[in-house]
């Protein structure tokens, strides 16, 4: 199995929105809607950000949301802030075994 | 509230086997959900290597899946994780992680170990 496609840096200033791309095949994201996405801080271990495609977990922000189409799935995030400089990346079940994205670097400008 | 701490050797030789364990404590591994084992290469992207159930139930990322074994001990509360024939490519900071529910299939990793730096070398 490859890793799923991610851009390798996005970046946005405070109170913008950001959308980070996932991309897979019709063997994973394209046949799942289980697709979930990690925020990582350098020196720490990744936090669920988001699960099932679009499900927040308790005490993430509602800043971000995730949606799918086709063998894409999204992350955005809304009104930037200075913490979600991050490292993300997605996770997709892809029968019997699952996979990550390469990741993205998130830049607050 | 659910921890899970990793353990193990921090250097293996090549081609030995690479044994860590994941302790977990405030959550009965025998209360249900998979359990994992995600590594990092250093400056790298995270790779699923594997996930158990408390009844032995396995399933492994295919490119590593002949190496790989992943044990359960409910007893102590601990899963285990064994690579075998490492090389320098194995280098990671090996991370344990609560996977999904039995019915479910998403890989929703919501609780994480602090992670373990292994590294091969002679």
């Known amino acids: 199995q490859s890793a799923l496609t991610q851009p390798a840096s996005v970046s946005g200033s405070p109170g913008q929105s950001i959308t980070i791309s996932c991309t897979g095949t019709?063997?994973?994201?394209?046949?799942?809607?289980?697709v979930s996405w990690y925020q990582q801080h350098p020196g720490k271990a990744p936090k669920l950000m988001i699960y099932e495609g679009s499900k927040r977990p308790s005490g993430v922000s509602n800043r971000f949301s995730g949606s799918k189409s086709g063998n894409t799935a999204s992350l955005t995030i809304s009104g930037l802030q200075a913490e979600d400089e991050a490292d993300y990346y997605c996770?997709?079940?892809?029968?019997?075994?699952?996979?990550f994205g390469g990741g993205t670097k998130l830049t607050v400008l | 509230q659910v921890q899970l701490q990793e353990s193990g050797p921090g250097l293996v030789k090549p081609s030995e086997t690479l044994s860590l364990t994941c302790t977990v404590s405030g959550y009965s591994i025998s209360s249900g959900y998979y359990w994992g084992w995600i590594r990092q290469p250093p400056g790298k992207g995270l790779e699923w290597i594997g996930s158990i159930y408390h009844s032995g139930s396995t399933y492994y990322n295919p490119s590593l899946k002949s190496r790989v074994t992943i044990s359960v001990d409910t007893s102590k509360n601990q899963f285990s994780l064994k690579l075998s024939s490492v090389t320098a490519a194995d280098t990671a900071v090996y991370y344990c992680?609560?996977?999904?529910?039995?019915?479910?299939?998403?890989?929703?990793?919501?609780?994480w170990g602090q992670g373990t730096l292994v590294t091969v070398s002679s």
């Open positions: 019709s063997s994973d994201v394209g046949s799942y809607n289980l």
């Open positions: 992680a609560r996977d999904s529910p039995e019915d479910s299939s998403s890989p929703d990793f919501d609780y």
């Open positions: 996770c997709s079940y892809a029968g019997s075994s699952k996979v």
